[in-house]
C-alpha cells in the first residue's frame, strides 16, 4: 500500500469520509488513490477558498471533520481565509496539504515556500509526514487533533504519498468534552439576577443549551446574549429568542449596559471588531465582573443545564412563537428582502447569513419561522458564505440550504456556484444586490477618515461595470433569475425552494 492509499483509508476509518478538493501535480497520488478507496467522497472546487469554506460548513452540521486537500503552499495561501474563519468557529477540519517531494526540496522549485508556517497561522495542529511508514499514523493523530475543535494541517510530500510501505493506523477514540465543576456551577447561581447577563457561544446556542438558558432567565431574571457569530445556532419557532451581541459598539455597549455580572459559556468576552479613535475595543461596561462558567471547548450544556437545575428547577423557559410577517408588496428594500426570507423560510432550513449590511432586519423576520439552523460569518473574513453553503448541503441532503449573500462578498468565492451545479446541492443563493461595499461606507465613518471623495467613493462602489450575477450564476450551470420588486422574490424565491437543485436570485437592494 502506498502513502496516499494509507491516509485515505485512514480518514474513512476515522470517520472523515468527505474531501473538498483542489489539487496539483504534488497530490496526483491522492487522488489516483480513490478509486481504490470508493467510501471517501471527493468534491472538486475551483477555488481553495471553496474548499477551506466547504469542509467547514459540512463540519459545523455534522460535528465530524471533513477533509480538504490542497496544492503546495500557494494552494494553502489561497484557502487561508476560510481557515481563519474556521478556526475561529472552533470548526473540526483536518486540511491535507501536498508538498514537493522530500528530494527535491533542496531545489528550491518555483512553488517552494514555508507550508508550515502559512498552517500554523490557521491550524492548532500541523505535522509534516517525512516516512511512508508512518503516514498512516500521522493521519490518524491529525483526526484526533481535528476532533478537539480546531484545523489539523498534515503536510504531505510527494514520495511520502507514492512510495510503498504505508499501514492504515486506528484513530484513538474522540473524548468526551470536559465537564465544568460543580463548585463553579454554584459560584455563578449565586450571582444570577437582574443584572446578570449569560453571554452565550459554542454549543451553548443549540437547542439544548438555549433551553437550560432560557430556563435559567425566566426563573431568576438573568438577561442572555448570544456571541455576535456563532458557528452554528438554532432558532425558529419553539426554541427560546437569544439577541446576538451587535456589530456596532455603540449599539453593543446599550445591549450590555447595566450588567454588573457577566458569564460567559462557550464564548469569549465582548470586543469591537475594530479599534476606533477615541475608543476603548473592550465592551464589558466598567465595573462589571466576569466569570466563565464555561470555556470554548468544554460542555457549555451540561453547565447550563445543571446551573437550571440548581438555581431555576421549575421554571418554564420562554420560547418564539409560530409566526410570519405578512408578504410585503411594491419596493424592494431590505425589510422587504427579509420579510420574504421569513414568510416563505421552508421547515428544517439551515440558513447561512454572509447578508452583512442587508441583514439588519433577518433575525426578527424569522424568529417565528419553522425551525432552522443559522451559519453566521466567524471570524469577519468575508467570501464564507457560499462555500459553507456547499459543505451544509453535502452533509445534510436532506434539508434545504437558503444562502443569503452580499454582492461584493460574494465575488470572493463565487466558483462555489460551480460546485453546488455540479454536485446538484439544493442551495437557494439571493444575492443582495446593492452594488456597493456598504459595510465600509459606514467605517469610513466610525475611523473617522475624510469622506466623501471621489475617488475615495469609487473604492467603495461596485457599479461601472456592474455585476450580472445572473449571467454568472448561468455560466456555472446554476439557473437564475432577477428580482426588483418584493412580489418578483417572493415569486421566485417560492419557485427556487420548490425544485431541487441549486438556484440563484438576484435581489437588487437600494444602491450603496
Known sequence: MNGAQAVIRTLVEGGVDVCFANPGTSEMHFVAALDDVPEMRAVLTLFEGVATGAADGYARMTGSPAATLLHLGPGLGNGIANLHNARRARTPLVNVVGDHALTHKRLDAPLESDIDALAGTVSGWVRRSLATSEVGADTADAIAAAARGQVASLVLPADVSWSEGARVAAVPARRPLPQVPASLV?????VLGGSTMLFLGGDAVLEPGLRAAAQVAAGTGTRLLSQRSPARMQRGAGLPDVLKLPYAPDSARKQLDGVQHLVLVGAAEPVAFFGYPGMDG???????????????????VAALQALAELAAPDAVPELAEARRPDLP????????????VGALLPERAIVVDEALTSGHFL?????GAPAHDWLTLTGGAIGQGMPVAVGAAVACPDRPVVSLQADGSA????????????EG?????????????????????????????????????????ALDFVALATGMGVPATRARTAEELAEQFRAALAEPGPHLIDAVLPRG
Not at 282 to 300: F, K, N, S
Open 363 to 367: 433575525p426578527a423576520a424569522t424568529v
Open 425 to 465: 446541492l439544493d442551495v437557494t443563493t439571493v444575492i443582495c444586490d446593492n452594488s456597493a461595499y456598504a459595510i465600509l461606507a459606514g467605517e469610513l465613518e466610525s475611523v473617522g477618515a475624510a469622506g466623501g471623495g471621489e475617488r475615495a467613493g469609487k473604492l467603495l462602489d461596485l457599479g461601472g461595470p
Open 186 to 190: 454554584e459560584e455563578v447561581a449565586g
Open 282 to 300: 473592550r465592551l464589558v461596561p466598567e465595573g462589571c465582573t466576569v466569570h466563565v462558567l464555561a470555556e470554548p471547548g468544554e460542555d457549555g
Open 329 to 340: 408588496t411594491g419596493e424592494l428594500d431590505t425589510k422587504a428582502f427579509a420579510a420574504v
Open 411 to 422: 465575488m470572493y468565492t463565487i466558483q462555489a456556484l460551480w460546485t453546488q451545479a455540479r
